[in-house]
Antibody, heavy 122, light 108 residues
Framework: EVQLVQSGAEVRKPGESLKISCKAS????????IGWVRQVPGKGLEWMGN????????RYSPSFQGQVTISADTSTRTAYLHWSSLKASDTALYFC???????????????WGQGTLVTVSS | SYELTQPPSVSVSPGQTARITCSGD??????AYWYQQKSGQAPVLLIY???KRPPGIPERFSGSSSGTRATLTLSGAQVEDEADYYC???????????FGGGTKLAVL
């Protein structure tokens, strides 16, 4: 059974760094893209970017390029989303999700994590 | 950047048919995908490759696509289908995935 288990809720101050995680199980971690999706409270879903753990190929939405870093550790089967300097506007629910195809152009998401709430407030 | 356009809200009476549209310039050549999100929960894949249903998705959900518009059809809406629905697709260059703005479905 495919499972994506995300780390717990976080509260940080503006300017602080943060890395949240998504631990995968039940499938070949290196063979499928994992992506991150943002949902600001009361708003819609936004694709942030995907990583292919097999070769660390990473693609970002232009809206998030340079704002976050996506990485993956194949030894622990875990994907990460990292901020070096948080802003209040980063307050949101963040989902990780697995794609079902090794080709980026076909990499829609079929399984999702439960979400991690990140609150950034002074 | 690429955009997918959905109506903000759709209303339907129980047992009736609801249609949610998604417009995007690349849809004639790219598949559309549909997700259902109930309040506070992770999205669930309803439709992939324009019209295919994953295992476990009720048959009352169907998808189609023609030209620059993809459509999610809910036949025989139930109160439990109240949720937000999002279309998802990739731009014509194959570099950027995008969600539509979402449609809130009310069954009343």
């Amino acid at each position: 059974e495919v499972q994506l288990v995300q780390s717990g809720a976080e509260v940080r101050k503006p300017g602080e760094s943060l890395k949240i995680s998504c631990k995968a199980s039940g499938y070949s971690f290196t063979s499928f893209w994992i992506g991150w999706v943002r949902q600001v409270p009361g708003k819609g879903l936004e694709w942030m970017g995907n990583i292919y753990p097999g070769d660390s190929d990473t693609r970002y939405s232009p809206s998030f390029q340079g704002q976050v870093t996506i990485s993956a550790d194949t030894s622990t089967r875990t994907a990460y989303l990292h901020w070096s300097s948080l802003k209040a506007s980063d307050t949101a629910l963040y989902f990780c999700a697995r794609s079902q195809d090794p080709a980026f152009v076909d990499s829609y998401f079929d399984y999702w994590g439960q979400g991690t709430l990140v609150t950034v407030s002074s | 950047s690429y955009e997918l356009t959905q109506p903000p809200s759709v209303s339907v009476s129980p047992g009736q048919t609801a249609r949610i549209t998604c417009s995007g310039d690349a849809l004639p050549k790219k598949f559309a995908y549909w997700y259902q999100q109930k309040s506070g929960q992770a999205p669930v894949l309803l439709i992939y490759d324009d019209s295919k249903r994953p295992p476990g998705i009720p048959e009352r959900f169907s998808g189609s696509s023609s030209g620059t518009r993809a459509t999610l059809t809910l036949s025989g809406a139930q109160v439990e289908d109240e949720a937000d629905y999002y279309c998802y697709s990739i731009d014509s260059s194959g570099k950027q995935w995008v969600f539509g703005g979402g449609t809130k479905l009310a069954v009343l």
